[in-house]
């Protein structure tokens, strides 16, 4: 059985704790290492789906480092796939930096205090999503096969990749976010009253707005926002 879904369902919740507080911030650094994790993890399925057999352990017993196993990711594209290698390194190149990046303030308490803004956990989402569609394209003869396929069946993650790819494009085209701040402010309520059962309604700008939004602004939601891509 494939753990492809597994693998998306963990990116879907990484990228969720970043959604829940895209306003405040506040869980930046803990979305950053939850991308990164999920980016080793999507290298490694992959050299298991490719090569079966293949182990994250070396003779020793010990564990390969990240840049070893993705030397031997882009070994098997080169291989295999040698089209779609300056695509993969290029991302690999990144994610890379990004790994050393988490290393240095992971493992070190002077960097406390380091920041991250949101084009931090942004771009590094959107460039995992690009990763896994590479790392695993659809089958033409299977449907609903490959990282879309998954993704497609997760929940509201199609909603919450929309939200973060009009992000990005919003570092160059402005533009954009006030035509998506204009669709999650049109949202309906799911009630009249100021407040139901003492619990408060949220607005937008609000996460907690933009969590109910995701929740069950369902397809329609998703499709207006690719729109804006």
Known sequence: ???????VAEVNAAMEVYLSGRTGQQYNRTAFI???DGAELASKLFLITETPGWSDKKPNNHFKRFGEVTGEVRAVFVAKRNA????????????EARRDRRNDFFHSTHLLDLNFHARDCVEAFVELLDYGKLLFPADPRVPNSGWDGA?????NMETCEAILRIDQKSYGDPAVTPKLNSILK????TGEAACAKGCEVAHHPED?????AIRNGGKTLRDRLRALL
């Open 1 to 7: 059985m494939s753990k492809l879904p597994y693998l």
């Open 34 to 36: 939850l991308c990164d």
């Open 84 to 95: 779609d290698h300056a695509g993969v390194d290029t991302l690999l190149k990144r994610i």
């Open 151 to 155: 993704v497609a069946a997760v929940g």
């Open 186 to 189: 049109g949202l309906r309520r």
């Open 208 to 212: 907690y707005h933009l969590r109910l």
